[in-house]
């Protein structure tokens, strides 16, 4: 990300100077430019590295699909609304396509690192050039098999409309002599189909693992689509459409039905990338253009190849030794626990999870209990993005048919997610559970799970929340902390929650959480400035907060002030920052690191020292105006002692003394690697150990 000079000389009353901002783009850049490192990072297992690579070329996409279609959409709509740090659209959207082109570069630079030392660990890619006659049969006999049936040959001329392309698609442009005629073909390349075509041994006589790319299977075979003509060339070419969903507040009466016509829509979404071979001739590039209707800023000539995204299938490749080695993961409860033991345990100890260290099999569990426990009558929960497969679906049907009362909110409008949401949730209502989509103009990003038990005392709750998805799969790989509890006023103010998510409610204040987006805002505003308060009345005044973004200028804000306080504020961020840390005046006492590791950083936990009266919270929400003001958020206290504890002096203090996966933000918008006095310290790695510790010792 180009550094910005920083004028030390800044009016430290003019807290809206852009100059005291990071833009919010190229911020998020320079974090996929931090996943990026990582595959070039050699303390990773080379197929660890591999997955980096894919996941930098997927992110790399979402940014095209989602932040620089949108700012395409401000420009053609003459909107022209100045960042926080002072660009407008025109500016924005430049410095977004030259920056992510860099990185497009950087990936094929990346892949041309990997590839060799795959190779010698017996992992190796062929080229058409090299294929011996042998491979090329092998390739013929395989490609009439295996991928001819899959293909269709879409003509493109004045009797054939130009035909669709779907978004990160991977096309050729075929050029052929038809009727003593240049003419015109689309041949899609399926994605149905693996990208890695596996040689046998026996083919080329070489021991390990070798592959072709599809592609180039497809072209050196493509004559067979088009018998008794010449075929002059076939042209590789990739489109990246805007997916950004919008729903039109006017026509949002069925929300099922309004998410559903949005995604129809977006298959037609404006192309935000056309990503062509670098050796496409000019003729057949202009044809695409014209076609798509784009400008040469969005077209992009690619001289390695398109879609490092599928370089996830060699991932997953068999290679133990090739991959992170297994850990062993801490759980609270046996898979077959009996759920008297747990609502037992529950009733008088809150418990805590942070996975991946700890199992999510212990959520699971929780809700096991409640399906099979005949005291409990009801369940209510948030689903935002489910997974593919998920166990938890199955286990509230389950409770349905068991009798139980179920209510699930599905977030219909989870991006990327929206169809598989669709899918879960007719699956829920088919089995007559109580299924709500949420609203129009809000998401319910929230993670909550309310449990309803009759006991001989009366009616108790219990409620499971926290920063991460209800998905086993992402659990295995996010870290994310979950909290357990039978706290009277958490658990009243989770069911006037739902009350609110499910009926009609004007509930604006709660007894323990912080809910957006009605308080949420104001009341972490007003715990920022009693920090402020503290330091200057001399009392103990400490911030920690761990988070996914910094964007929200009116919070930055507030922050600045609490610095101007005296009051120290480490920032433990994994993606954007959009606050300056260390200018004098302003910010000299914030601190802000960013960690990436081998699991994707996604908990958020903010820690007020508050005179030491320490205060601590978990939640779903970052500090953006979309968490803060358009969403359904919770952020929940951690009362415990020995929780609060745990959280502060073990998980806090760890990610603070990283040396290995941290880097630094300073005033210039540069991550820098901090000095390390003796060994790195990595604290993912300090985790699973201390997990295992505590999973050995239980």
């Not at 190229?26 to 980096?52: C, I, M, Y």
């Not at 390739?139 to 035909?163: K, N």
């Not at 504020?569 to 690191?593: A, E, K, M």
């Not at 310290?681 to 300090?686: L, V």
Request: proline share 6%.
């Amino acid at each position: 990300m180009p550094a910005r000079q920083v004028d030390t000389r800044i009016d430290p009353d003019d807290l809206k100077n852009p100059a005291l901002y990071i833009n919010r783009e190229l911020s998020w850049l320079a974090f996929n430019g931090r996943v990026l490192s990582q595959a070039r990072d050699t303390a990773h297992p080379l197929l660890e590295r591999v997955k980096f690579l894919a996941i930098t070329a997927s992110n790399l996409d979402e940014f095209f699909m989602v932040r620089v279609s949108t700012t395409q959409k401000k420009l053609r709509e003459g909107i022209d609304d100045l960042t926080p740090d002072g660009w407008n659209t025109e500016q924005q959207l430049e410095a977004m396509r030259t920056r992510a082109r860099a990185m497009l570069a950087e990936e094929s630079a990346c892949w041309s690192e990997l590839r060799p030392l795959l190779a010698a660990e017996g992992i190796t890619f062929v080229e058409p050039e090299a294929w011996s006659p042998g491979v090329r049969e092998y390739l013929a006999g395989y490609f009439s098999r295996e991928i001819c049936p899959v293909l269709t040959p879409l003509a493109f001329d004045p009797g054939h409309p130009f035909p669709f392309m779907s978004n990160r698609s991977k096309n050729f442009a075929v050029v052929v002599r038809h009727g003593g005629r240049t003419k015109f073909a689309r041949v899609k390349v399926p994605d149905v189909l693996p990208r890695f075509v596996s040689l046998p041994e026996t083919v080329t006589g070489v021991p390990g693992t070798t592959f072709v790319f599809l592609e180039d299977v497809i072209r050196a075979n493509i004559r067979e689509l088009f018998p008794g003509t010449e075929v002059r060339g076939a042209h590789l070419f990739r489109v990246v459409r805007d997916t950004d969903l919008e729903i039109q507040q006017d026509e949002a009466d069925d929300l099922l039905e309004s998410v559903n016509r949005s995604l129809r829509q977006l298959r037609q979404g404006a192309i935000a990338l056309l990503q062509v071979e670098a050796g496409m001739p000019a003729r057949v590039l202009n044809i695409l253009a014209e076609n798509f209707e784009v400008s040469d800023d969005v077209i992009l000539r690619t001289p390695d190849r398109l879609g490092f995204s599928d370089w996830m299938e060699l991932a997953e490749l068999h290679r133990p030794e090739l991959k992170h080695p297994p850990f062993t993961q801490r759980r609270l409860w046996r898979e077959d626990e009996d759920p008297e033991v747990i609502f037992d345990q529950l009733r008088y100890q809150d418990q805590l999870v942070h996975h991946p260290y700890d199992s999510f099999e212990s959520v699971e569990a929780f809700l096991r209990a409640a399906v099979t426990d005949p005291h409990v009558v009801a369940i209510k929960m948030t689903l935002y993005r489910i997974g593919a497969d998920s166990p938890l679906v199955d286990l509230l049907i389950a409770a349905a048919e068991a009798g139980k009362q179920v209510a699930v909110l599905v977030e219909l409008k989870a991006r990327f997610d929206e169809r598989n949401n669709i899918i879960w949730a007719r699956r829920l209502e088919s089995h007559g559970i109580h299924v709500v989509y949420g609203f129009a103009d809000l998401k319910t990003h929230a993670k909550l799970c309310l449990v309803v038990r009759k006991e001989p005392d009366g009616v108790q709750r219990y409620v499971h929340t926290g920063t991460g998805n209800y998905n086993p799969a992402t659990a295995e790989v996010y870290t994310d902390i979950g909290l357990f509890t039978a706290d009277p006023e958490i658990v009243s103010d989770v069911s006037e929650i739902f009350n609110y998510l499910t009926g009609y409610s004007n509930q604006r204040d709660y007894r323990a959480l912080l809910v957006a987006p009605v308080r949420l805002r104001a009341r972490l505003g007003e715990l920022i400035a009693r920090e402020g308060e503290h330091a200057r009345a001399g009392r103990p005044a400490r911030m920690v907060f761990k988070l996914n973004a910094v964007t929200d200028d009116q919070m930055i804000r507030v922050l600045y002030r609490a610095s101007q306080a005296g009051v120290p504020i480490d920032l433990i961020v994994r993606g954007i920052c959009s606050l300056r840390p260390g200018i004098p005046g302003v910010s000299d006492n914030i601190r802000v690191r960013s960690i990436v590791g081998r699991f994707l950083e996604h908990s958020r936990i903010y820690w007020f020292q508050n005179g030491g009266q320490d205060e601590l919270y978990i939640g779903s929400a970052d500090l953006m105006e979309r968490n803060l003001d358009r969403r359904v958020e919770t952020l929940t206290p951690v009362r415990d002692p020995e929780l609060l504890a745990h959280l502060r002096d073990v998980v806090l203090h760890t990610y603070l003394n990283d040396t290995d996966r941290a880097t630094i933000l300073d005033a210039t918008g540069r991550y820098e690697k901090p000095a390390s006095a003796s060994a790195p310290f990595n604290a993912q790695t300090h985790l699973l150990a201390e997990s295992a510790h505590r999973a050995s010792e239980a």
